[in-house]
């Protein structure tokens, strides 16, 4: 019985089989126009074992928007060092952000665009991805504020400046993206790079011929 | 025959009173959950009226982003006078974007969140309305940075940079918009401080201290 017990593949391998045929499916043909026969034929199951394993389209779907969600916010965070100054956190957290959005550009076209698109579950589903990256770059804005603020004695960011820049940021970062994966412009260091002189140095500086540097 | 002929309106007067209705509806309630008889009970109007004028749910909804997204560019290049220094026209620009989502929350919702929410024929609708500014803030970005370039003999910005920058500044607009909106946490002319801040001065000024200032 070695034979069969060969072809028999842990649940979990087939599953991620499963999902990485329907993140492909529905980046690039849409949530509409994608069909269980094409995901299952291009995972190399039966369409049956996929619904067996995953329900219905819908629950696929939002298995997709989960499972991408949660690569995209686990790329950012590891790349983010605590310990190093502000700017450099920065700079790791979008470097990661646009090379995970630039290497997945199916799983960012199922957040950025399909999620939104095709009804409110899906997008409440990446409404609250969103909301933990809103969180999160929420702190490191005002974790620098506060220690550049210690450092003259005069802190002068409230907390609702830094809540509306965390959501300026945010906005910038979705733009770029989905503007870089669909023209193909630039590159996810170019991206990147504009974003954080855009973000760090402003436009001001930025017209004076000021760049930000990483040292 | 005078009574009469005063109850009835022009066409034009009719059709915007059912495209407010329409618009707050949609705006309020959901594109899904919105009804025909609700906007056509809000306009004062017969529901055979409203279809008769716009012919489905589908044409009328369309023609609410088209009005809201026309009224928003509108708002914004009519603030922006070419002749004044880049810093001023963003500011303008910035402002009169708040200042009309603000005023205009439900229209606001139907083209940050309705229009993308319920297909693709209904994203594409704002999605060329997005276009729209993205070109026009890249427009501006272009000439202050030729200007700019001019004034130091060193024109370092490129076009890729400049486009890169114009998706950027549209991105932290609309998320910042619609957090405003949404959580009621700042008002317009604090949004609009803020993204100038933001775009103008950098978070690193602004982490020292400085502020963009209209002087």
Not at 185 to 207: Q, Y
Request: aromatic fraction near 6%.
């Amino acid at each position: 019985m070695k034979g069969v017990k060969s072809k028999r593949m842990p649940r979990a391998v087939r599953e991620r089989q499963m999902m990485d045929a329907a993140v492909q499916t529905f980046g690039q043909r849409g949530y509409r126009a994608a069909s269980m026969d094409e995901i299952a034929e291009l995972a190399g199951v039966s369409k049956p074992l996929v619904y067996l394993y995953l329900n219905s389209k819908e629950e696929l779907f939002t298995a997709c928007i989960r499972r991408e969600a949660a690569a995209l916010i686990a790329a950012v965070e590891a790349a983010v060092e605590p310990g190093l100054p502000a700017d450099r956190q920065l700079w790791a957290g979008l470097a990661a952000f646009f090379t995970h959005t630039a290497e997945h550009p199916d799983g960012w076209a199922v957040l950025h665009q399909q999620a939104r698109t095709h009804g409110e579950p899906f997008a409440l589903e990446v409404a609250a991805m969103r909301d933990e990256i809103v969180t999160f770059v929420t702190g490191l804005i005002a974790t620098a504020a506060r220690e550049a603020g210690a450092a003259r004695q005069d802190p002068e960011l409230a907390d609702r400046d830094v809540a509306g820049l965390a959501q300026a940021l945010v906005g910038a970062a979705e733009s770029l993206a989905g503007w870089m994966n669909q023209t193909g412009a630039v590159s996810a260091k170019e991206a990147a790079a504009t974003l954080m002189n855009f973000a760090w140095m402003g436009l001001g500086e930025l017209m004076k011929g000021e760049r930000w540097s990483s040292r």
